[in-house]
């Protein structure tokens, strides 16, 4: 199975400050033939279901605000949360769909400073 | 709007079985993929398996093969999980998840997706206890 370990465990940011999560896979999530990394993230609130912000490491799902961005490749990668607002605090987790089974990492939980 | 509706909460005993349903509207449900996915109080996501309405394949996580059987019902766009044998540690919220990026497999003859989830359910909260 494909492990993903996702840092810090939590974290704190103040209002306006930018939040980053980093994911690392034990294993690529590059397919190769299509050059497209198998990664997403998602948020999840208190209460409420996943919400999937990013998919192929870097492509913003429809609604997402802009100050939500993906990047990396290979086996690394990071979500970054530029201007921080009160209504990101949640926890983030990291998906791999390369292969089965797929596998989230353990999340960030991201607070206020 | 796209909508998954699951069915309310349940308390189970140890050694039985739970069916959780997922009733899907909004869009056209055989064009879309079903997962399903857990989280235990206080704990991550767990992606238990998947089910492709359109033609009724499925893929189960080995850690549940044997004991958990997913289907649909296309005639009123509904997915189910069967989960048996419960024990304590099968107490979770679960969740269905739809994929809808999809792709056609000259190697399988089938469509298939991309399994990342871009509408969830609510939830269903499976208790097991004694």
């Known amino acids: 199975d494909i492990v993903m370990t996702q840092s810090p465990d939590s974290l704190a940011v103040s209002l306006g400050e930018r939040a980053t999560f980093n994911c690392k896979s034990s294993q690529s999530v590059l397919y190769s033939s299509n050059n497209k990394n198998y990664l997403a993230w998602y948020q999840q609130k208190p209460g409420q279901p996943p919400k999937l912000l990013i998919y192929?490491?870097?492509i913003r799902e429809s609604g997402v605000p802009d100050r939500f961005s993906g990047s990396g490749s290979g086996t690394d990668f990071t979500l970054t949360i530029n201007s921080l607002q009160a209504e990101d605090v949640a926890v983030y987790y990291c998906q791999q769909y390369y292969t089965t089974p797929y596998t989230f990492g353990q999340g960030t939980k991201l607070e206020i400073k | 709007q796209v909508q998954l509706v699951q069915s309310g909460a349940e308390v189970k005993k140890p050694g039985a079985s739970v069916e959780v349903s997922c009733k899907a509207s909004?869009?056209?449900?055989?064009?879309?993929?079903i997962s399903w996915v857990r989280q235990a109080p206080g704990q991550g996501l767990e992606w238990m398996g998947w089910i492709t309405p359109y033609n009724g394949n499925t893929h189960y996580d080995q850690k549940f093969q044997g004991r958990v059987t997913m289907t649909t019902d296309t005639s009123t766009s509904t997915a189910y999980m069967e989960l048996r044998s419960l024990r304590s540690d099968d107490t979770a919220v679960y969740y269905c998840a739809r994929s809808s990026l999809r792709f056609y497999s000259d190697s399988s003859g089938y469509y298939s997706f991309y399994w990342f989830f871009d509408y969830w359910g609510r939830g269903t909260l499976v208790t097991v206890s004694s």
């Open positions: 192929w490491a870097s």
């Open positions: 909004g869009y056209t449900f055989a064009s879309s993929g």
